[in-house]
């Protein structure tokens, strides 16, 4: 099962999530990292290809709803990549834009990093960034993860310099600790 948290459930994208993808996948401004926005063939390539990794690994990205509204916000995940030559597992978040700045996507992937190591007793977990989305690599710092290597990713035949951030079973249990007490900021 995938992760609930205070204000998120997390579990599996279906069909019926097709517009809500869109509305994240054919924004601009979201896809900016990877891009530019997805034409119709590469949203559905790209549900497709959660629904092979429910079936082949039993994860990956998955939808995050609001428990207050049940509307779908974001999605985030644990999916094997192929990053910097090492087949790992990784922590992905992607979320609509009208719900940035509210503190969801770390919620998420924290809830995700948390699952990649308990459920599938994961030795390390990484997060990919690309080198300009300094948003999504505030996301990895606030998970505890550390730039491990720097490497030339080519997406949609465009060289991408990324950060391979990661966080290993120590590190992440001290993390945990840490985030287990409360922000008086918040
Ligand atoms: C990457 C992405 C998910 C990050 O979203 P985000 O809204 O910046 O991240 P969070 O949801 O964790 O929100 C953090 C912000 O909310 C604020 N916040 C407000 N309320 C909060 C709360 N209750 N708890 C925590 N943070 C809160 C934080 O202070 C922080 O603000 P800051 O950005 O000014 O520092 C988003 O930019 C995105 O979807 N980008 C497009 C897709 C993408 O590039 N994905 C990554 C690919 S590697």
Redo the contacts with the bound molecule.
């Keep these: 099962m995938p992760p609930r948290t205070e204000r998120l459930i997390l579990r599996q994208l279906t069909v019926e999530d097709r517009p809500a993808l869109n509305a994240m996948l054919q924004d601009p401004r979201?896809m900016t990292?990877y891009e530019g926005p997805f034409s119709e063939a590469e949203v559905t390539e790209w549900l497709d290809r959660q629904f092979d990794r429910y079936r082949d690994d039993g994860h990956g990205l998955w939808a995050v709803v609001l428990r207050q509204t049940g509307a779908l916000i974001?999605q985030c995940g644990v999916s094997w990549q192929d990053i910097d030559g090492r087949h790992v597992l990784e922590v992905?978040?992607?979320?609509n834009r009208a719900r940035?700045?509210?503190?969801?996507?770390?919620?998420a992937a924290r809830a995700s990093r948390d699952w990649a190591f308990t459920e599938l007793r994961a030795d390390e977990v990484f997060?990919?960034?690309?080198d300009t989305?300094i948003?999504?690599m505030?996301?990895a710092i606030?998970l505890g993860m550390t730039i491990r290597s720097q490497f030339v990713k080519r997406y949609r035949g465009v060289d991408m310099p990324h950060n391979a951030f990661a966080i290993d079973r120590a590190a992440w249990t001290v993390q945990v600790a840490r985030e287990s007490v409360p922000d008086p900021s918040?």
């Design positions: 979201t990292a974001g992905g978040y992607l979320f940035w700045g509210q503190g969801y996507a770390t919620e997060a990919q960034v690309r989305n948003a999504s505030n996301v606030r918040r």
